[in-house]
Each structure stands twice: as C-alpha cells, then as structure tokens.
C-alpha cells in the first residue's frame, strides 16, 4: 500500500463481504420455497427474501466498487485521497442505511413500509430490484454524490491516468443513471421503458466500466506488464461495450408495449454483446502469459483470469442463448432469464470484486501476499464457488427449457404452476448447489483468518 | 526508410490505426447481422418486399453510390497528396469528401422527404422497418464519418501531418472507406436486387 | 505518432463512438415516445382506479413473485394477461380474496393481503388495462 488514506477501502470490503453471506443465505431461502413452498410462510415470503437477496446483492457491489475506488484511485492519481474522513463517515452512513432497510423488509409488511417512508410523496417503491423505501434512494443518491466529489476532487489533484479516468466515467454514470429509478410513470409502457435505463444501462454499460478498471488495475499489479498496452486495451474494450451496450438496451423492448422495431435493434445489438466479453477474456490471459514478474499474491491472478472465463461465458454466451427476438419470444420471463442472471453477475461483478479485494486485503493488512496456506484455501473458494454457480446455471437452464417447452411450445399448454412442479427435480438440484456454493463462501471467509509464514509488503 | 522515422511503414496494411480497425469490425458486424436479419426476413416475406421494393427511388439511390463512390475516391487522393507532402491539395481532396457526403445527405433528405410526406414511417410495415433502420442507420454513419473528417481536414489545414506523419489521417481515411463499403452492399441488397 | 496502435486514437474512438451510439439511442426514444400512444391504451389510464391500482401493485411487491409483461420474479404466473386467462375482473378478484392466511402445507400460496372491495377493484382495473397493452403478442399462449 502506497498510500495511508487507503485504508478505507477496508471497512467498505468487510462489510461487502459480510452482504455477501447475507445475499447467499437469503437465496438458498428462496431455493427452498421453490420446492417447498410454504417454508416461512407467511412470516418470509418469497418476495420479501427476493427483495433482500437482490438488494443485498446490488448494496454489496456497490459497496466493492467504493472500496475499489478508494483503494485504487490514490494510487493510480498519485496523491493521499481527498478527504479520508468523509469516506469512513459515508461508510456508515450507508451501511446503517442499508441495515435499516432490510430491517424495514423484513419486520414490516412491505406495504406498510411504503407508507411510513414516504411513498406516498413519490411513489417509487415495488418495481423488481429498486424496491428500496424513498429515503434510502435519497440516501443512496446522497453518499453516491459525496463519494463522487470525494474521488473526482482526489483525481483532479493527482495525475490522470486511463484506469482513473474509466472508473470515474464509470462511478458518474451509475450516480446519473440511478436517478432515473425516481421516474416512475402511471403508464405501465414508459415505466417499463425508462425503469430498464437504470438496470440495463447500470450492468450492461456503465458497470462495465468500472469493471473493466478495476481489472486493468489489478492486471498492471500482479502481471507487471506496461501501463501504455493495458490501457489501449481498456479502451477498446469498453468502446466495443458501449457500442454494443447501449442500442443492446432495445432486447428488454421487444414484448412490452414498446414499437416492434426494437426486436431488429435489439437482436442485432446484442447479438453483439458478448464481443467486449470476448475480448475481456483474451485480454486477462493476454496480460497474464506476457506478465514481467511473478506477483506472490496466485489468488488475485487466478480472480483476474476467472473474471474473463465467467463474465465471457455468463454475460456473453449465456445472454446470446436468449437475446434474439424470436428465441425471446418464448424464453421471455423464464428460468433461462433467471440462469443467465446468476451466471452473470458472479462472473463478472462477484468475480471483479473478490479480484480487487484478493489483491488489496493483504496488502492493507501489511503484507505483499498472504501465505500459501490461505491462498490455497481462498483458491477452494474460488473453485467451489465457481463451480457451483455453473451448476446452477446449468440446472437453472434445464429448468427453463422444460418450462419452456411445457408452458409455452406443447401443444396442450400447461399452466404455470402445473409446468413447476414438473420441473421441481431441477430446482432441488439447483439447492444442493447453492449448498456447495455457500461451504465455498465459508472457505473463502475463513481463508481469511489463516496466518502463517508471510512476505513483508513488497 | 527506416523504421524509427516509419515505425508503421514496416506494417503498412491495415493503414490506419489499430483501435479503429476494432471498431470497424463492430461496426461491420452490426451491419452484417442487419444484412443477414434482412435477407432471411426478405425471403419470409418475399412478395411485400418485391412489392416495396419498387416503391423505392433507385435513381436517388444510384446518385448517392456514386457520390460515395467519389468520396472515397477523393480521401484516396488526399492520402496520395500528404504522403507527397502536398499538404494544400491533401487539405482540398478532404473537402471535397466532405462535400460529397454533405450531397448524399441532401439526396437522402429530399428522398426522406418524399417517404414521410407520403406517411410512411419505420411501422409501415417490415420493409420499411429495416429500409428506414438501415439507411437512417448508415446515413448515421455518414455523419459521423464527416466529423471525423473534419477533424482530419482541420489538422491538415494547420499542417498537423506530413509525408513522415500522417497515421491520423488513414485512421480517419479507413473509417470513411469503411462507410462508402457499407453503402456498395446496402443499395444493391436494399433498392436492386428483387 | 508512428505507433500502429495509440492509446489517444483509442481514447478518441471510445468518446466518439459512444457519443454517437448515445445519440442514436436518444433518438429511437423519441421515436418511441412519438409511437406509443397507439399500442398503450394510455386513454384507459383516465381512469383513476388504474392509477390506484398500479401503486397497490407496487406498494405490496406484486413484482417480487410475479412477472409482468415477462418482468419481474419467476415465484408464480405472469400477470399481464392474467384478466383474459380467468376470463374477468371479478374472478381476479375472487382469487386474491380467497388466498388462506398460513399458505397451504407443502405448496407456494399467494399472502392473504386484506385487501378493501375498493382495492380489488383497483388492482383488477390495472391488471385488465395491463391486459389491454399491445405486446406483439406475447405471451405465445394463454398460460402466460
């Protein structure tokens, strides 16, 4: 660690982590009421557990890429950050707020919620991952702006590199594009329509920035390989992101309410999607066989390189399965959507996250690298995690093809709850594997705490 | 000529820099897969295509290929004249690309014209969905090709590029060629062939 | 300049084209806008029971178990043509209204949400403006 201020990215990876454990509990929750349906009925619904494993998801990320930014931002600008008090303040500010509000889910009837919070001022509340009360989105709006003073200050102050530059790009579009989560029309179409520049534009285009910095920055530390050839890279990647990206929005507007030609738009664009994924895979593996030095810390490497295989194989191939609009056509609102889902965000934002924070928890902890024991042990948490969300993937895709072909393609149709419970054998296997996938996240958690022989910070 | 003065004249093909042959890859791609999109939906619909297809203004069409055509042509020229370092006459061979893109734009502004007048737009029907995607979609294209252009005729002006140096320039210079090859498949598969 | 790949031609090519790709975007959703009022029966949002409808839909998470329009969670059945698939507003309303409190053993089960005579109307007026919506005829069947 080059620089004291730092430090703070520590508080925001612990407490991303410890979302984390709470996201996958909620999750193997929600696999269990899919076949057993009345498990902690009434007192969790499944929309209420959905709605905490989501969230979860979303706040945790979002809690990385503020470490990441903190970790990362001093480095690459050369400078101590701006105001390392401000950022340990807006840590707790958003982690109470986060708290309160999955408190709020999970104590109060969500209803009831609503009204309490304010929704009645500006209804913004109940539409699929923006869930959040009012005053948490103003909160979220709130840290998001003094975050984004607080790096950019630290930026403008320092040198401007490509990586510092994209990240930051990245950060201002995910603040400005939330604000379209306030935009929430009577008219079910536009609703529709604009709520999709929030969650797309966030995973499909300015996430993917910030992804694709975080990357070039842990690549240029652990493979030592020029700055000048990582940042030609990033740039074409995410120029191909954006290009793709953005037209690619048009795959959500093929069946509701919006004019048909988006179904040629959007099969066309993101047909084309999963090429910045491509070129992100060849570019970790790239960067990797050309490194200049053998960095101590395996674990990160082998993040950076599973971040290209997931996010290729999640975003990319998976996404491709079902982006055409007469695949579309069928597999809309299925299980399929749900599988590339899964796939996606651990390949790409999950994977991005574990990345950085493999490669910068030892060195806030004043070390090069942690010892081979515990990166043998983080490495079975890699494997294990890695491998169980192919298998839900996987399970999940088998689910949605039967559910496919009953509900939608037979000649005698089945209704939708008939068409679950033939499907029900897939969805207890997806379990087992989320079962596999939380004894990853615990041998990821405990690696942690292994010490052992250690090399002084380099 | 050695290759610390000519470190690209040791790799003279692609001209131009790398970064935009990326993006001209994905650029060729999405046209393809409209290209494709549209060929696999003409023959679905072979009889409303034939049909619509005649309703087209192919001597408009014609014009433009031609303006494109002499718009490559003349960025050709103007690569020519820098590399003889003629900068004035590179700087005028760029305007007169300019200019020809500026005349398709007119073209396609009066044929435009004629289409919505007679209250057509992108749901008419198929055809003109993809018709209107694609040329709309290329027209696009064409403008930013001239902006870029500009910009390549801006530096030269100012002389910003020389027989020694003159990467920008076929940077800019493919990209147009790239815009010109797009339009030579798009009119015969859109207005001729039936 | 000689460099056959620069990181400013990159840099340049990445606001460029993003830019450009912005602005056909900004575009098709003006053209979108300008198109809509035929295909989303925006006359039937007049009526102020849709309205009251659509905010009971998302004040209680209708969205976290079912989807709309194919959006949403993939717990229990789509809703955007669920008015036609029980055939009317009032067997809508019957089925919300019949849902047991403590579930039923074994099997998903929509909550009992208590809802008013008012609000069911409410939320079967949004479900059956919903219904009305042209989606280029999805779902492919009936069973949504």
Redesign the interface.
Known sequence: MQYKSQAVAKPYFIAAIALFVAQILFGLIMGLQYVMGDFLFPEIPFNVARMVHTNALIVWLLMGFMGAAYYLVPEESETELFSPKLAIALFWIFLVAAGLTVVGYLTVPYATLAKVTGNDLLPTMGREFLEQPLITKLGIVVVALAFLFNITMTVLKGRKTAINTVLLIGLWGLAIMFLFSFVNPHNVVRDKFYWWWVVHLWVEGVWELILGSILAFVLIKVTGVDREVIEKWLYVIITLTLVTGILGTGHHYFWIGTPEYWQLIGSIFSALEPIPFFAMTLFAFNMVNKRRRDHPNKAATLWCLGTGVMAFLGAGVWGFLHTLAPVNYYTHGTQITAAHGHMAFYGAYVMVNLAIISYAMPLMRGRAANSNKAQVAEMWGFWLMTVAIVFITLFLTAAGILQVWLQRISDNPLPFMVAQDQVSLFYWMREWSGVVFLIGLIVYIWSFFIPGEQKAAA | MNAQHHGHALRPYPPGDLAIWVFILAELAAFFALFVAYAFTRLKHLALFDEMQRTLDSDAGMLNTLLLITGSWCVARAVAAIKANHVNSSARWLLAAIGSGVGFLIVKYFEYGAKFAAGIDLETNLFYTFYLSLTMFHAMHVVLGMVILFFVWNKTRRGGYSSHDHHGMETGASYWHMVDLVWIVLFPLVYVMR | ???????S???N??Y???L??????LA??Y???Q??PS??K?EM?ADPK??AG??L?????????H????????????LGNVVKRLGSKEAVKAFIQSRP?????????M???NFTDAQLEEIASFLD??SQ????K???????
């Open positions: 300049m000689s460099e056959a790949f620069t990181t031609t990159a840099r090519i990445f460029g084209g993003t450009f790709f912005l602005l056909v975007f098709l959703t053209q979108t806008e198109s809509i295909r989303d925006r949002l849709v309205v659509k905010k839909w998302e004040t209680n998470n209708c969205i976290g178990c989807t709309l329009l194919g959006e949403g969670a993939y717990f229990a059945p789509e409190v403590e579930g039923i053993p074994g099997r998903r089960s909550p009992q949400f403006y919903v919506i042209n989606t280029a999805w779902p492919p069947n009936i069973q949504g």
